[in-house]
């Protein structure tokens, strides 16, 4: 069953000019309001008790679409539906979407006591009175693997692993079907990065969680994900089940990155990058976005954007070398 849904969904940020630029243009200056389309009608499911990651190079629009999805940021075009209905319709009740931030220091309030910070959401939607919220917190804190004693302490006083399962049992409090985890382990030791990201499959396996998981690190995507989606610049370019897509990826862009994935298989290799710099989000290339870095680029690809299409069962990209 499709829990979470983005339908051709984009969003476009603006600066708006200042006075003095406002000025400026009146005398004559050529000063024109940038925008910036993070993410590019992107169109993709999420099914319930599924995992899917979402990865690309940092700018491509990951977060973003993170936001859009729980809410904390609204769709210039198209529409996020959940459980069949829009999200936009849905605000004002419990949400049945949280977000972990990837930095859970600055997520978390410094003036409050971890037991405000876990106990305020479900307090403020009903889902507990006062009397209820010490039990309650120690319960969420017990489930993450911490202490109920630390209740009382600050965010300061804890580990960035302590941290972060803070930050999940504040997700975890209003009762959420659907947790988008943000780069949530990528501020972490890689050991620490290990015992979190258990804790997620556990959570999946005892609450029946869907996730979406944003993260750059492809390593840890493929150990937790049952689907991949690939983004470059706003643009979904490849979406499969995780093990297909390691084995056989298809978009160059995945092959690229894919390529550069370290391996023990693969010793004395000579690193070579993907060639040239990500394009700035301000002014993207004509076409296909991923056209000046692909080794396999035709002059068609510069003059018109290849549409996500279905190349094999459950498996889609974006290439005109799928037409051939």
Not at 136 to 149: E, P, S
């Amino acid at each position: 069953m499709t829990l979470l849904e983005f339908r051709a969904i984009s969003k476009h940020f603006t600066r708006r000019l200042d006075a003095i630029e406002r000025f400026a243009r009146r005398l004559g200056a050529d000063v024109t309001e940038t925008s910036v389309r993070a993410v590019d009608r992107v169109t993709f499911a999420v099914a319930k008790g599924e995992v899917v990651g979402l990865v690309g190079e940092s700018g491509c629009g990951k977060s973003t679409l993170g936001r859009l999805a729980c809410g904390l940021l609204d769709a210039s075009e198209g529409e996020v539906t959940f459980a069949g209905a829009a999200l936009a319709t849905q605000r004002g009740v419990v949400r049945p979407i949280q977000m972990i931030f990837q930095d859970p220091f600055a997520s978390l309030n410094p003036r409050m006591r971890v037991a405000d910070i876990v106990g305020e959401a479900p307090r403020a939607h009903g889902l507990i009175d006062r009397s209820q919220v010490v039990g309650y917190v120690a319960d969420l804190l017990q489930q993450v693997g911490l202490d109920a004693a630390y209740a009382r302490r600050f965010p300061h006083q804890f580990s960035g692993g302590q941290r972060a399962r803070i930050s999940i049992a504040r997700a975890l409090a209003v009762k959420p079907e659907f947790l988008v985890c943000d780069e949530a382990v990528a501020a972490l030791d890689v050991s620490i990065q290990a015992q979190v990201l258990n804790l997620f499959m556990d959570l999946r396996e005892q609450l029946g969680l869907t996730y979406l998981f944003i993260s750059h690190d492809l390593g840890v995507v493929r150990h937790l994900s049952d689907r991949v989606v690939v983004m470059y610049l706003g643009r979904v370019v490849e979406i499969a089940p995780t093990a297909e897509l390691f084995a056989v990826p298809n978009h160059p862009y995945t092959q690229a990155l894919l390529d550069e994935v370290p391996r023990i298989d693969r010793r004395k290799r000579k690193f070579v990058p993907i060639k040239g710099e990500i394009a700035s989000p301000l002014a993207p290339p004509s076409g296909c976005h991923f056209h000046p870095r692909c080794p396999h680029a035709m002059p068609r690809c510069s003059e018109a954007a290849p549409v996500l299409r279905e190349i094999a069962a459950g498996r889609w990209s974006a290439c005109f070398l799928n037409e051939r």
